[in-house]
């Protein structure tokens, strides 16, 4: 169900925790369901030489960033969800920046 909160915190919790878990680390209770292993979403920037990979973070959530070769995308394409909650504006690309940013705020 989508929130009208346009929070990162808040985003994370209603759409992301139920795969990538409360705390980022791949263990939400969906987990059980999935077919791959859920990444550690705190260890995204450890994984980058130190930097945290806002761009590549913002394409994955908003879709642009599919590797053909890694076979279909399982994680659901959120940015054009994200710019449909309201009726009235578009808040979408506010909601997109400050997920990333919250997803910055628990890197290890």
């Avoid at 030489?49 to 994955?60: D, E, L, N």
């Avoid at 054009?80 to 910055?104: A, M, S, T």
Wanted: aromatic share 6%; hydrophobic share 35%; proline share 6%.
């Amino acid at each position: 169900q989508l929130i009208y909160s346009i929070k990162g915190a808040d985003l994370y919790h209603a759409h992301c925790a139920p795969c990538h878990g409360a705390g980022g680390k791949g263990d939400g209770p969906m987990v059980s369901v999935m077919r791959k292993k859920m990444p550690d979403l705190t260890v995204l920037a450890k994984n980058n030489g130190g930097q945290f990979p806002a761009a590549k973070v913002r394409k994955t959530i908003i879709g642009e960033d599919v590797v053909a070769s890694h076979g279909s995308r399982d994680m659901p394409i959120w940015g054009p969800i994200f710019h449909q909650v309201e009726d009235d504006r578009d808040r979408g690309n506010l909601r997109i920046e400050n997920l990333v940013k919250f997803l910055e705020s628990i890197q290890q």
